[in-house]
């Protein structure tokens, strides 16, 4: 079998076996198989999910990562290989990246002699949850890395195409709930209580002013509130309402203010209508920041690989690679997919063709970046 047959049959093999965040488990059974036939060493770390592979030897260390878990959505595509586990689905492309840094690893062992270090390979459960790359950081896979490299598949990229950008790259990643508490009454009688959907309604319009009025134009922003609940009958005014929503900037000090603005708001509405207004944020990971040196060389050995090199626009989804990236410097980039349907849609369907020429770019990168000071 080819090398290209080898990786998309290991890809489609996950595609039908896909597991939830902290539910890899046959997911990485598969993967340490693969991994040991091929000679490659496995870190012992202590990991219920995921796992890290070495080749190379020497002082110098460059870590390459990979994805693992899917989503909680029924796949609507029509292939032999669609989802064998219902309401689970790779609607992301964790299979995709998966199976592009197993070739990797088969690469750079057959290079392994002529290393001028280690690489090391992270195969990362719990990403769509945001807490896999704390996992494996505090399960040491860090330990003594000079410098990582990670991928995603851009479904509106032709396959061929690379793009990464220096800096900011994505948003960081919180979610807030509000819980308004007033009084509740009968819908007769509005005068007797103190209408919770009311002062909810006031506080989504006004929460939309944070971007428009409070924030520098030119600063990329997003406040969405995503559910509002409350009430369970036509007729009473119900005692509290639930809203729940997302912020994503690029920088802390915008992040800190909208923040800062949520609560000021909350508090002033809560006032003026005299009722109570909880607010209660969920930190997720912090944007994604690209060390600019290796986002340029990254992008440099694209050129020499023959990719169509372009300036990725900045994302306002999130991204667990970002917590890496607060510990050592590296680079995360975009290779195309060609997918008519995006990210976390039932109908994605990522071009396999892109995965032999992310594996052997991948490989190129890791062995290159080893020769740097």
């Not at 994805?67 to 669609?82: W, Y």
């Not at 009311?198 to 922003?221: G, K, Y």
């Not at 005014?237 to 929503?245: D, F, Q, S, T, Y």
Request: charged letters at 20%; glycine letters at 8%.
């Amino acid at each position: 079998m080819s090398f290209a047959g080898q990786l998309i049959n290991w890809r489609r093999e996950l595609h039908q076996h896909p597991e939830l965040s902290l539910q890899e488990f046959e997911t990485t059974r598969r993967i340490r198989h693969w991994l040991e036939s091929a000679g490659l060493r496995l870190l012992p770390l202590t990991l219920p999910t995921g796992v890290v592979a070495e080749v190379g030897s020497g002082e110098k260390v460059i870590a390459l990562r990979a994805d693992i878990d899917a989503l909680p959505i029924d796949e609507a595509v029509d292939v032999p290989f669609a989802s064998r586990n219902p309401g689970v689905m790779h609607a992301c492309g964790h299979d995709i990246h998966t199976s592009v840094m197993l070739g990797a690893a088969l690469l750079l062992k057959e290079k392994e002699p002529q290393l001028a270090g280690r690489v090391r390979i992270l195969f990362q459960p719990a990403e769509e949850n945001f807490g896999g790359a704390k996992r494996l950081i505090q399960a040491g896979a860090l330990d003594k890395v000079n410098a990582i490299f990670g991928m995603h598949n851009q479904p509106g990229l032709p396959v061929g195409t690379f793009a990464t950008r220096g800096g900011a790259f994505y948003a960081n990643v919180d979610r807030f709930s509000l819980k308004v508490t007033g009084k509740g009454a009968h819908a007769a009688r509005p005068h007797e209580g103190n209408d919770a959907i009311l002062l909810a309604s006031q506080l989504v319009v006004a929460l939309q002013s944070i971007a428009s009025r409070n924030i520098n134009t030119l600063d990329s922003v997003v406040l969405s509130v995503t559910r509002i609940q409350g009430g369970n009958t036509w007729n009473v005014l119900p005692e509290a309402v639930e809203l729940e929503g997302t912020l994503r900037t690029h920088q802390i000090a915008v992040r800190d203010q909208v923040k800062r603005r949520v609560n000021e708001i909350a508090a002033g509405l809560a006032q003026a209508f005299d009722a109570e207004i909880a607010v209660t944020w969920f930190e997720g990971p912090a944007a994604l920041v690209n060390h600019e040196r290796w986002a340029t060389f990254a992008r440099d050995v694209a050129d020499w690989h023959g990719y169509r090199t372009e300036e990725a626009d900045l994302h306002m989804g999130g991204e667990d690679f970002a917590v890496y990236l607060h510990h050592i410097p590296g680079a995360f980039v975009s290779i195309g997919s060609s997918s008519e349907y995006g990210l976390h849609h039932p109908a994605f369907n990522p071009d396999e063709q892109l995965i032999e020429g992310a594996a052997r770019y991948f490989a190129l990168l890791a062995e290159k970046a080893l020769l740097q000071h």
